[in-house]
T-cell receptor, first 117, second 110 residues
């Protein structure tokens, strides 16, 4: 299989604080990871593509200065929500690409539920 | 026009029946196709992937791909109440990221 972990699984913070979420590929190396956000009863929304050793590519409308992404190794990407506000409360999910010989297959982490008070 | 389209449902089937989930895509250059299952409040879980035209079977699941018609489907045999979830179709158009449909909600009644 391909296991992707996220930490923490849930976090509650006060408005104005920053929150860091870690995404790890446990049994494979991932040159590419992705960060998604999902609001209740809505579809997955891709926020950014994270490539190891280079700057992340953000989707249109996603503030790169607010959502800082670092992909420092082949098994770890981090998302930092800076100066979080209640509207940032959401389910944040990472995924990692694994090459299966005929292209990449994307595996998801379990998600991090962020609540900003 | 959405790149990957799915009927949002809900698709309701009785326990033991075959559930048929459908997906169409617009990019003829799409290379690979995926089905994910997402339970409420959880992250998506990969069920199947398919690259070539035809059928691919894995247990109770069968993925079907028809590139000429730009159509991919997922059949779930002997549906169980535990199969009740949202099923996401995803397409790799040749770039790193996947394009997801909005998902079909499946309800399997006992």
């Amino acid at each position: 299989g391909a296991v992707v972990s996220q930490h923490p699984s849930w976090v509650i913070c006060k408005s104005g604080t920053s929150v860091k979420i870690e995404c790890r590929s446990l049994d494979f190396q991932a040159t590419t990871m992705f960060w998604y956000r999902q609001f209740p009863k809505q579809s997955l929304m891709l926020m950014a593509t994270s490539n190891e050793g280079s700057k992340a590519t953000y989707e249109q409308g996603v503030e790169k200065d607010k959502f800082l992404i670092n992909h420092a190794s082949l098994t770890l990407s981090t998302l930092t929500v800076t100066s979080a506000h209640p509207e940032d409360s959401s389910f944040y999910i990472c995924s990692a690409n694994r090459d299966r010989g005929r292209g990449d297959t994307q595996y998801f982490g379990p998600g991090t539920r962020l609540t900003v008070l | 026009q959405k790149e990957v389209e799915q009927n949002s449902g809900p698709l309701s089937v009785p326990e033991g029946a075959i559930a048929s989930l459908n997906c169409t895509y617009s990019d003829r250059g799409s290379q690979s196709f995926f089905w994910y299952r997402q339970y409420s409040g959880k992250s998506p879980e990969l069920i199947m992937f398919i690259y070539s035209n035809g059928d691919k079977e894995d247990g109770r699941f069968t993925a079907q791909l028809n590139k000429a018609s730009q159509y991919v489907s997922l059949l779930i045999r002997d549906s169980q109440p535990s199969d009740s979830a949202t099923y996401l179709c995803a397409v790799n158009t040749g770039f790193q990221k996947l394009v997801f449909g909005t998902g079909t909600r499946l309800l399997v009644s006992p």
